[in-house]
């Protein structure tokens, strides 16, 4: 059997976990990080749109500042996310934006002078001063007060992967691809690595890390129809589940993009709308404007995507051989706004639908349908990125729940998050690693390794069974009608139930294919019951959360209930059991910065409102007041309002243009 | 009438000792309105060959995963429709690269030995502090840096160059792309001399044979000859002259 010791083990090679293992390198430890695929090809590079920071740069930017963005992202996750966490987060990001810039990230420069901006279907001049010539520029994205999203054109997550991906290579970090952490070595709450089968060979073996991080990613696979890469499929997610010891964080917060390109599920990045463009329905008509006349095209994603369905659910949208679907109209930002800063939506458009969005008029316009996009939830962590039952264990990214996003994400946020939570998890992590040694029997590591090995040849040694392709696409129906944009309590029940029989059956499959090399059935075959527990997780905890938050709406109970539900939902999994276990973690009012509140979508009524809420709200409002009337400035009124930890190089105030 | 397409598909696992040579495995399949070679090879594995091995991540010509040859061209086969092909279609693996079964080629290893080989990160002296103003950067020297950064690391100019295919250690358009994307980035210090001693060989800039292969096949239509043709005006005045 093979052992291989690190350091610091990262699982995932995306944008949170190369960053995670740079600050783990830097700090001297030796670090490995594992990988589906050559890491330059995770995920985070479809991130098209950008990344939000506060830089405050641009004309459109002013005035913009940690507390605005702060605002912004509670607002965004509907009052469900961790304040202290979000407080960090606002604070670091324009470091990142910095740090990267200094890596080489070709990030959009702001140039002198008159510029025509789209804004509310009208040309605009936006005129920038000789001193901001040569920052970074930003543009406009939904949910947020100032332009703030930063961006390469429109392959932003593409330049920070690469830059991130050669700062690791830079720094000798030991990158191994094609390999797949299957199982989680741990043992008295403590975790110690990852059993590791390598995708080309077959082999399995033990790394054995003094931490382990992980940052895989999101689970929108488990949808039928969904915005994501083949390979998030959350097995990341799963592996600590399945160790019984960690627990999953908030699963039933599911996002749902408004525009990806329709039937194909590819992206259209939300900067076609923040640039200008509009959402249009089968006669032509812009609809958000009836629905949200403040934010309009640019409201949350969340209420984008819900209102796209009702718009269609009236008759609105236009009728295709694969469903109904509306239109996304950038043609009206001109051709040679297109050609600059939507290249890839442009391409993406000829090449999976055969139209140039540029082309004026209905004929540039593209198809698009709200799809799964963003996974909320994820292994909980504490502010520090580590697991509150499973010492040793981190996690960063969209894999973790440490839950700066709440119950909806703005767009911008999550790129931003990989490398922020990239470099204060990491850094936490890193600390860990440097604290703590292994001490851990190679026996208890054997029995692990030995386990999954077994488990592999009986996979491939049974000669009748289930598909397992036939379960997993089921699983993916059920998740798409039961589990989607609007929920209800009938619907999740039988979602629940057949899922909870498919689990059963997914025990019970046999592989056409024996290798044990190179064989992607194989890995179907062990992947898919681990899925299906994630898909329990996401299923059940939207079945037993009756309320409407954030991304999560339940028709029969149309209210956020802050009365009831202002707690995150905590799953785990006990061993041998066919469904999670469900408990609950209350956000405490009294301790918040920005007390629960109108979030400033819809009806104002349709709230049940917390009393501690309006009891915050006083106290908030007693403080603000008095440390104003002292003079004090506004780094030391949020700190009285709500400390937050943060490492020292991290926590210090960013200058700004003006300052 | 939809067609009925004839997929021939290289078949071959190094893992497996028993398999000694390589074979073609043909599949028929119903041809769907918007069919890619993605939705192809996915169907063909769920419903017919479940052991057949191929790449696809992002599956919306981003990635760069699912470079291969179809009929006779590297290409992305994730965003090939099938409608603008012949009846018969043909996948091979890349060339060049180290097969790993089937349709699969290990780009990873090649591609990191080559970011490594050219030292494909910010050379600076600078120390940053960032929690203060970035550096300005001249709009149209970002966008330039910018045109050069959007590589994908697919492998198609490396399949499709006809250098490499004879020269082994050949550092390939994408390499040569990613001098000439850090001599203009204004955040590296490196000069001239300094991008002579990584690429000034003939497994370098002076290996290119000028076939056009890369730009021809560039799925992201980097101007990889002009850039080449750059650096290589650019390093000849190094040494010698």
Partial sequence: MKIKYCDALVIGGGLAGLRSAVAAAKKGLSTTVLSLVPVKRSHSAAAQGGMQASLGNAKMSEGDNEDVHFADTVKGSDWGCDQEVARMFVTTAPKAIRELASWGVPWTRIKKGNHEAVINTKRTTIFEEDNKHGLINSRDFGGTKKWRTCYTSDATGHTMLFAVANESLKLNVNIEDRKEAIALIHENNRCYGAVVRDLITGEIAAYVAKGTLIATGGYGRIFEITTNAVICEGIGTAIALETGVAKLGNMEAVQFHPTPLFPSGILLTEGCRGDGGVLRDKDGHRFMPDYEPEKKDLASRDVVSRRMVEHMRKGKGVESPYGTHLWLDISILGREHIEKNLRDVQEICEYFAGIDPADEGRKGWAPVHPMQHYSMGGIRTKPTGESQTLNGLFSAGEAACWDMHGFNRLGGNSVSETVVAGMIVGNYFADYCIANQVDIKTEVIEKFVFEKEAYMKELVSKDSGEDVFRIKNRMKKIMQEHVGIFRDGNGLLSAVTELEQLYIKSQNVAVKNKQLSANPELEEAYRVPMMLKVALCVAKGALDRTESRGAHTREDYPKRDDENWLKRTLTSWKDGNTMPTVEYEPLDIMKMEIPPGFRGYGAKGNLIENPLSAKRQLEVDHIKEEMESKEKDRYEIQDALMPFELQEEYKKRNVRLGD | ?241
């Fill in chain 2, 1 to 241: 009438m939809a067609r009925e397409l004839t997929i021939r598909v290289l078949r071959y696992n190094p893992q497996d000792k028993n398999e000694l040579r390589a074979y073609f495995q043909e599949y028929k399949i119903k041809e769907a309105d918007s069919m890619t070679i993605y939705l192809a090879l996915t169907q063909i594995r769920e419903t017919m060959d479940a052991g057949l091995s191929f790449d696809f991540v992002c599956r919306a010509g981003i990635c760069g995963s699912c470079a291969m040859m179809i009929n006779g061209r590297p290409r992305l086969a994730c965003r090939t429709l099938t409608k603008d092909l012949p009846q018969e279609i043909v996948l091979l693996p890349l060339p060049t690269f180290k097969l790993i079964k089937d349709l699969s080629v290990n780009t990873g290893e090649w591609m990191d030995a080559m970011s490594k080989r050219v030292e494909s990160w910010i050379h600076s002296s600078k120390e940053i502090d960032i929690s203060n103003i970035e550096e300005p950067i001249e709009p149209e020297v970002a966008d330039a840096v910018f045109e050069l950064d959007r590589c994908i690391e697919c492998g198609c100019c490396v399949a499709g160059c006809g250098t490499k295919l004879i020269k082994e250690d050949f550092v390939g358009a994408v390499g040569l792309n990613r001098i000439a994307r850090f001599e203009c980035d204004p955040h590296d210090e490196r000069d001239a001399e300094d991008y002579y001693e990584l690429v000034g060989d003939d497994n370098g800039i002076f290996g290119c044979m000028t076939l056009l292969g890369c730009e021809d096949t560039c799925p992201k239509h980097l101007p990889l000859q002009n850039k080449i043709a750059y650096m290589r005006r650019k390093l000849a005045t190094v040494k010698g002259s």
